[in-house]
């Protein structure tokens, strides 16, 4: 089994919670323009509304990219965090109380970067911030550091990650991943186009790939899509640090984690899977039990990294 026995005793709280939020979204839905551009202005609206400023945070340019910091007194390291948003939305005030207890728990410096979103800048703008903010903390400090980040964010720490090693040679400075439900191969894996071992309505839905696509690479063909340096699940993945790979059976973004996982660790790599039962797409955030266990183990994770 890919999760521990007592989990299935928490599907009914995952299940009703993946009903609340679906029915929340549809609601959105249902008003949705159908037009590129207003599509992505109304999703943009969407995210804002689940943005909780925290206190602790202070708005920075780091490498002429903006940042939201969270400063520690004697940091032990640094976390360099990117949001999620499909590539074209969100912002890094998503994860600010997130953000902000990884900072004052884990005595560290917290980095989120407000990387460029497609399609207004396709691909590589949002690539080349992540990696120019990278580049800086590791310029400016001793200290190991970690990368990570959720869905688009999860996609943007594995493209870093690669580009670290590959432009910068520095690979041997960064001591962890934390890959929490990411996109790794812009294809579409078989549970990103709708074959899913759940039945849970999940956040997601098949139809999305595509249209992330058309937005973030445009005039380059799904298959095309997997050469990789567009897709990291197709990339040579040798000398990566260690990871770990949060992800819900119910997430149309499974079998991305599951691919990439085990190619982590054939490449060499360590790397850790945590799978959650009947969990939706974007679950870490949600007030379940199984939320909160996927949580303190991404802190236990980070907190080893250090």
């Not at 580009?163 to 294809?187: C, K, M, P, Q």
Request: proline share 7%; net charge negative.
């Amino acid at each position: 089994m890919m999760w521990p026995e007592e989990y299935e005793g928490l599907r009914d709280e995952a299940r009703a919670m993946a009903d609340a939020i679906r029915e929340l979204m549809s609601a959105d839905a249902a008003t949705m323009p159908t037009d590129t551009a207003g599509r992505v202005a109304a999703e943009r609206r969407m995210m804002q509304s689940f943005e909780v400023e925290s206190p602790d945070g202070t708005d920075e340019s780091i490498a002429g990219v903006p940042c939201r910091v969270f400063r520690s007194p004697s940091p032990r390291g640094t976390y360099v965090h990117f949001h999620g948003g499909a590539m074209m939305l969100g912002s890094p005030r998503m994860n600010d109380v997130g953000n902000a207890e990884i900072a004052k728990t884990l005595g560290v410096d917290v980095v989120s970067v407000d990387y460029r979103l497609a399609p207004e800048y396709p691909f590589p703008a949002g690539s080349d911030d992540c990696l120019a903010v990278t580049k800086a903390v590791l310029d400016s400090t001793d200290g190991p550091v970690v990368v990570g980040g959720e869905s688009a964010g999860g996609y943007y720490a594995a493209m870093t990650l690669l580009r670290v090693r590959d432009e910068l040679g520095a690979i041997d400075r960064v001591t962890g991943a934390n890959l929490v439900f990411g996109v790794y191969d812009l294809s579409g894996t078989p549970s990103g186009v709708g074959v899913r071992p759940s039945n849970v309505a999940d956040m997601l839905d098949p139809e999305l790939s595509g249209f992330v696509l058309e937005c973030f690479l445009p005039g380059v063909s799904r298959l095309d899509s997997r050469a990789p340096q567009y897709s990291p699940l197709y990339a040579d993945l040798r000398d990566m640090p260690p990871a770990l790979f949060t992800v819900g059976s119910a997430d149309h973004l499974l079998d991305d984690t599951l691919f990439m996982a085990a190619r982590w660790e054939a490449w060499g790599n360590e790397a850790e899977l945590a799978v959650y039962p009947d969990c939706i797409h974007g679950f870490v955030a949600f007030p379940m039990e199984l939320g909160k266990r996927a949580r303190e183990r991404i802190g236990t994770f980070l907190d080893g990294c250090f």
